[in-house]
């Protein structure tokens, strides 16, 4: 079983920041992927950003060079940092958890069993 809780959502205007936390009880695993999630109103949801235990990483072509994922292990949290944000954005996002995954074979659809609730996220133009 992955628990999975996120923080830091909000509201923001277009241009600013925010950093999303994600404590995740799959640091346990020898092997991992933990990825953030988001889904518009309307739209289906789609990976964001993923990192695996050897901290490699991976990005949506519509964040890639805006948003960056990051973890501390020791204190078994992932982190989204975003800037630059655009009205775009806007969407709840969510983390999720892969036990046994590596980023460079992995797929979004492989995250199946363990999601966070979700936090808000708003960019007003």
């Known amino acids: 079983q992955v628990l999975l809780e996120e923080s830091g959502g909000g509201s923001v205007q277009a241009g600013g920041s925010l950093r999303l936390s994600c404590v995740a009880s799959v640091y346990k695993y020898n092997s991992f992927c933990v990825g953030w999630f988001r889904q518009a109103p309307g739209k289906e949801r789609e990976g964001v950003a993923a990192i695996d235990r050897e901290d490699v990483t991976k990005y949506s072509n519509s964040v890639k060079g805006r948003f960056t994922i990051t973890q501390d292990k020791a204190k078994e949290t992932l982190y989204l940092q975003m800037d630059n944000l655009k009205p775009e954005d806007t969407a709840i996002y969510y983390c999720?958890?892969?036990?046994?995954?590596?980023?460079?074979?992995?797929?979004?659809?492989?995250?199946?069993?363990?999601w966070g609730q979700g936090t808000q996220v708003t960019v007003s133009s």
């Open positions: 999720a958890a892969d036990p046994g995954c590596h980023v460079p074979t992995m797929t979004w659809y492989q995250f199946r069993n363990y």
